[in-house]
């Protein structure tokens, strides 16, 4: 979640906050799960959910900033009460969130009804694992979040493609190594867009539909660690360019200046350390970037396949 004030007031109220754009838990009573850009889901548990949130919200229509609610719509049993003025900002944003849930949640605590968890149809206990299904946080057992893991990695399985998926990653690798190269040519510290590369090439094998497990890891980690290399080669390059336009473009031709140089710097021990820091920290960023896409998603692959 990156909205500070809505964080603060979500915190507050002993709300979890997760890694993604949205906070969760009970507040007022009521199952809710609150995004970043103002939507509040309100797990009713109740076919009328829609009418008695409606109700609920004319009834406070008082208490309430005229503006704040922009629609109401429904999930299933789930209600989303979309928040946010003309003017959107964080902190209008969490003044508006709070001043619907203050308002309306407090007299629907004893009118909404435990959800049980989906996968199985049993009421949900406190050991059961929160995880965001449309636009709501469920909360689903163990055995059933296991179940649906590998249900899900089964269709992914079966839907994927490993060729796209290497076109995507190879896309996303080039543009991040462009964006990288381009970075530290600007004499900018570059490290840190090795971040982005990961991010990019996780995203650009997912899109296409890239196999899942072990062909995504090493895909993954390839086309990163390649980026890192790529870019670096690709600035010194365009630096070692820009010298002979400079100093030695009516000299020799930029091949043979290439040819030269070239040996010459590898010869040149200073010119040896910058290159590995340069890229000894864009592999340190990329690995930080793409470890929790890799880690996550063998750690739930894995522990189901032990499982069986
Ligand atoms: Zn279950």
């Known amino acids: 979640m990156t909205n500070r004030f809505l964080k603060q007031y979500l915190r507050g109220h002993d709300l979890s906050i997760s890694f993604g754009t949205f906070g969760f838990g009970t507040l007022y009573g009521c199952p809710v799960t609150v995004f970043d850009d103002g939507r509040i889901c309100i797990q009713t548990g109740i076919d009328n959910g829609l009418f008695v949130v409606q109700s609920a919200l004319a009834l406070h229509s008082g208490e309430i900033d005229g503006q704040a609610v922009k629609e109401v719509t429904a999930d299933g ?10 003017l959107r900002g964080e902190k209008k944003v969490a003044n508006y969130v709070a001043q619907v849930c203050d308002a309306i949640l407090p007299g629907l605590a004893d009118q909404v009804q435990p959800v049980p968890c989906p996968v199985c149809g049993l009421p949900a206990d ?19 979040l296991e179940k649906q893991t590998l249900e899900n990695y089964e269709a992914a399985m079966a839907d994927s493609n490993v060729f ?10 080039l543009l991040g190594a462009l964006v990288w190269g381009f970075v530290m040519n600007l004499g900018i510290f570059a490290a840190p867009f090795a971040l982005l590369t990961a991010i ?3 995203q650009g094998y997912d899109k296409l539909k890239g196999r899942p497990g072990a062909l995504r890891t090493v ?16 600035c010194y390059a365009w630096q070692l360019h820009e010298i002979w336009v400079e100093s ?21 021990s200073e010119f040896k350390i910058m290159m ?14 793409s470890a929790r896409f890799i880690v996550r998603a063998r750690r739930d692959i894995d522990k189901v396949k032990a499982d069986r």
């Open 276 to 289: 590995v820091k340069d890229v000894g920290l864009g592999l340190l960023f990329a690995a930080l970037g």
């Open 77 to 86: 049993t789930a209600v989303v009460i979309h928040v946010g003025g003309s």
């Open 248 to 268: 030695y473009k009516d000299l020799i031709a930029e091949k043979v200046f290439f040819t030269g140089a070239i040996p010459d710097l590898f010869r040149d």
């Open 164 to 173: 796209g998926g290497i076109v995507g990653a190879v896309g996303g690798m």
């Open 219 to 234: 895909v993954v980690v390839a086309c990163v660690v390649l980026s890192v290399f790529l870019g670096t080669a690709g």
């Open 126 to 144: 406190d050991d059961c694992i929160a995880r965001l299904s449309g636009s709501c946080v469920v909360y689903l057992h163990e055995g059933c």
């Open 200 to 202: 990019l090439t996780v």
